[in-house]
């Protein structure tokens, strides 16, 4: 297995090999996190009394399969080395797993099959800048 870096945010459902979807930042997810509503019609399924044609007129598109992540502490620091990007607050997990596709940034997605450590963004920040 290999080891994958990820923040976790707070209003994702818990991690877990059920749950790992990965969806577009802000999106309203559904329950399980396998897919979010359609941003073009605002999950109404139509646009100007037409089926929305991103949807299908179902209102909900699928996620990705696996949790966006980082195969490198440093990889994750430096996807979030962006003025205002940075996720204070919220949780970054360590986790063994296996790749399963590849997210709308380019990144990698996995399914998790263990975790190995968690820390609060400052935690890990602290622990892995460089120079730090």
């Known amino acids: 297995m290999t080891t994958w870096w990820r ?22 997810r559904s329950e399980d996190g396998s897919q979010t509503e359609c941003r073009d019609c605002d999950g109404s399924g139509d646009l100007a009394g037409e089926p929305c044609t991103i949807c299908g007129g179902e209102g909900w598109e ?13 990889a994750l620091l430096a996807y979030f080395d962006r003025p ?4 204070w ?17 380019g990144e990698p997605t996995a399914v998790p099959t263990r975790v190995l450590q968690t820390w609060t963004w400052e ?6 800048r460089a120079g730090s």
Do not use: K, N
């Open 7 to 28: 923040v976790h945010w707070s209003d994702c459902p818990p991690l877990s090999e059920e749950h790992a979807w990965s969806a577009l930042w802000g999106a309203t």
């Open 62 to 74: 699928d996620s990705v399969p696996g949790y966006s992540c980082a195969a490198s502490p440093e």
């Open 84 to 87: 205002g990007m940075e996720p």
């Open 89 to 105: 607050g919220e949780t970054v997990i360590a986790f063994e797993g296996r790749q399963v596709d590849t997210g709308f940034d």
């Open 123 to 128: 935690e890990f920040v602290a622990a892995h």
